[in-house]
Nanobody, 124 residues
């Protein structure tokens, strides 16, 4: 069983930056991803990273602005968010599939474990 805890959310002005952190309990032996959900909208994929960190995928809406990375020695997954826009406002969730699933995944139903979410608010 894996437990995930997100942190680093907050309020920033458009053009600002935030770094989100996903801390996993114990070894996170799988790929990982970030999703987000705005009020009244479906949960949407943001970014995913393979277990080894060599492969990443991004939603078109964040490509070039966000970077997903990980530190397996610390069991942490990061999401560096630059040039934030008001449309990025949402609750951001960290997710992981079952242990041993090492490749990048971008569908919510492929994920087994979810954090509680952290709020990101971008004002203009």
């Amino acid at each position: 069983q894996v437990q995930l805890v997100e942190s680093g959310g907050g309020k920033v002005q458009a053009g600002g930056s935030l770094r989100l952190t996903c801390q996993a309990s114990g070894r996170l032996f799988s790929s990982a991803a970030w999703f987000r959900q705005a009020p009244g909208k479906d949960r949407e994929f943001v970014a995913t990273i393979s277990y080894g960190g060599g492969s990443t995928l991004y939603a078109d809406s964040v490509k070039g602005r966000f970077t997903i990375s990980r530190d397996n020695a610390k069991n942490i997954v990061y999401l560096q968010m630059n040039n934030l826009e008001p449309g990025d406002t949402a609750i951001y969730y960290c997710a992981a599939p079952q242990e041993g699933s090492l490749s990048t995944l971008n569908l919510a139903w492929e994920y087994e474990y979810w954090g509680q979410g952290t709020q990101v608010t971008v004002s203009s």
